[in-house]
Nanobody
Framework: QVQLVESGGGLVQAGGSLRLSCAAS????????MGWYRQAPGKQREFVAV???????NYADSVKGRFTISRVNANNTVYLQMNSLKPEDTAVYYC????????WGKGTLVTVSS
């Protein structure tokens, strides 16, 4: 079974950058589409970015041009580079494996101060 562990969250000022990592255990990672989601306080979890096993990417409109998703299959890791951060990016960020059944990490908190 795939397990996902996120890291890299923290406190950053508006305009700053962070890079999140999601380390996956299990050999299924290489063939899986992987995604990042986020949940702000009092709001529903929302899609942020996705990357297929063929490295095709897609982004939420709110992060296009600022966030970049990538993966290194040799390391079983998917990344989310976040630039030009805004206070509205504050949320817990979750990694998701589009497997059957799907797998989620426990999340990492990103706080952007104004």
């Amino acid at each position: 079974q795939v397990q996902l562990v996120e890291s890299g969250g923290g406190l950053v000022q508006a305009g700053g950058s962070l890079r999140l990592s999601c380390a996956a255990s299990g050999r299924i990672f290489v063939g899986s589409t992987m995604g990042w989601y986020r949940q702000a306080p009092g709001k529903q979890r929302e899609f942020v970015a996705v990357i297929s096993r063929g490295f095709t990417t897609n982004y939420a409109d709110s992060v296009k041009g600022r966030f970049t998703i990538s993966r290194v299959n040799a390391n079983n890791t998917v990344y989310l580079q976040m630039n030009s951060l805004k206070p509205e990016d504050t949320a817990v960020y979750y990694c998701r494996a589009y497997t059957v059944p799907e797998v989620w990490g426990k999340g990492t908190l990103v706080t952007v101060s104004s």
